[in-house]
Nanobody, 115 residues
Framework: QVQLVESGGGLVQPGGSLRLSCAAS????????MYWLRQVPGKGLEWVST????????QYADSVKGRFTISRDNAKNALYLQMNSLKPEDTALYYC????????RGQGTQVTVSS
């Protein structure tokens, strides 16, 4: 079955960096666009970033553009999100997803940005 397992979250000070990883299995990873989504308690899922099958095209929400970088390694079935210049408003549960709506997503990894 499809499995997406995120890792790399944690507590970081404002201005700091984190790199999230997502290990994918149970499907042909290289055939799918992939997504990062995030959610804060009491709110819906927020789209963060998209990457096409080869990584040739990437897209970002305005709130993270210029600070976050999505990438993938199809040989390793892995998706990444490099997050720099983190802000308190980036605090959320971050999900790796196979669709933009998040129907197929992992369990999430918590990112907390606080001094």
């Amino acid at each position: 079955q499809v499995q997406l397992v995120e890792s790399g979250g944690g507590l970081v000070q404002p201005g700091g960096s984190l790199r999230l990883s997502c290990a994918a299995s149970g499907f042909t990873f290289g055939n799918h666009w992939m997504y990062w989504l995030r959610q804060v308690p009491g709110k819906g899922l927020e789209w963060v970033s998209t990457i096409t099958t080869t990584g040739g095209i990437t897209q970002y929400a305005d709130s993270v553009k210029g600070r976050f970088t999505i990438s993938r390694d199809n040989a390793k079935n892995a998706l990444y999100l490099q997050m720099n210049s983190l802000k308190p408003e980036d605090t959320a549960l971050y999900y790796c997803a196979r669709d933009k709506s998040g129907v197929i997503r992992g369990q999430g990894t918590q990112v907390t940005v606080s001094s």
